[in-house]
């Protein structure tokens, strides 16, 4: 099984300042990650898919970078509604899984 | 608009069973691979299983293998994970969520869940 660790447990940033969120995989996942961003009472949104793309209407704040067992989230400048859990997932090996998430909160 | 409404969570007791349906719309469901994934209460993601497109390949996480079954009926657009035997860890907020391709890629697609909570 594929661990995927997450690092902070919790980010707190000010509105307006870069974010970066890390992952990393116990074994490579090649360039089979996803991140995720899940706000209280909402199911999880898909932000990046295979590492570094941005999926459909997430702003360009938002990119992705890394391979094989380590990965990156940046978001570049902080919004508002940017305050949430954020998620990566490997989808190269059965069983598919999640980080244990990354909270971001205001500081 | 792709759209995914799931149903059919309720409070059970340990032991007991419990089917989980999702009702698919505004996609080729039949070419689409499809997943469960679960969130406890106040914890992370943790995906359950996974079907393919025409249903003939399945895959299940450790902790519910030989428990849950999922499978789906093309013809109504709709997926199914029926839960036996259940127990207290597997109260969550159950999601449907569908994948890019039938032979992968990312969870694009989301329910917006239904609570399943198991207790005496």
């Known amino acids: 099984e594929r661990v995927m660790t997450q690092s902070p447990a919790t980010l707190s940033v000010s509105p307006g300042e870069r974010a970066t969120l890390s992952c990393w995989a116990s074994?490579?996942?090649?360039?089979?990650l996803a991140w995720f961003q899940q706000k209280p009472g909402q199911a999880p949104r898909l932000l990046i898919y295979?590492?570094?793309t941005r999926a459909t209407g997430i702003p360009a704040r938002f990119s992705g970078s890394g391979s094989g067992t380590g990965f990156t989230l940046t978001i570049s400048s902080l919004q508002s509604e940017d305050f949430a859990v954020y998620y990566c997932?490997?989808?190269?090996?059965?069983?598919?899984?999640f980080g244990g998430g990354t909270k971001v909160e205001i500081k | 608009e792709v759209q995914l409404v799931d149903s059919g969570g309720n409070l059970v007791q340990p032991g007991g069973s419990l089917r989980l349906s999702c009702a698919a719309s505004?996609?080729?469901?039949?070419?689409?691979?499809m997943s469960w994934v679960r969130q406890a209460p106040g914890k992370g993601l943790e995906w359950v299983s996974a079907?393919?497109?025409?249903?003939?390949?399945?895959y299940y996480a450790d902790s519910v293998e030989g428990r849950f079954t999922i499978s789906r009926d093309n013809s109504r657009s709709t997926l199914h994970l029926q839960m036996n035997n259940l127990r207290a860890e597997d109260t969550a907020i159950y999601y449907c969520?569908?994948?890019?391709?039938?032979?992968?890629?990312?969870?694009?697609?989301w329910g917006q869940g239904t609570l399943v909570t198991v207790s005496s």
């Open positions: 969520a569908k994948r890019f391709h039938d032979n992968g890629g990312a969870f694009d697609v």
């Open positions: 505004g996609l080729s469901f039949s070419n689409s691979a």
């Open positions: 079907i393919s497109g025409s249903g003939v390949d399945t």
């Open positions: 074994q490579s996942v090649k360039n089979n």
């Open positions: 295979d590492v570094s």
């Open positions: 997932q490997q989808y190269n090996n059965w069983p598919l899984t």
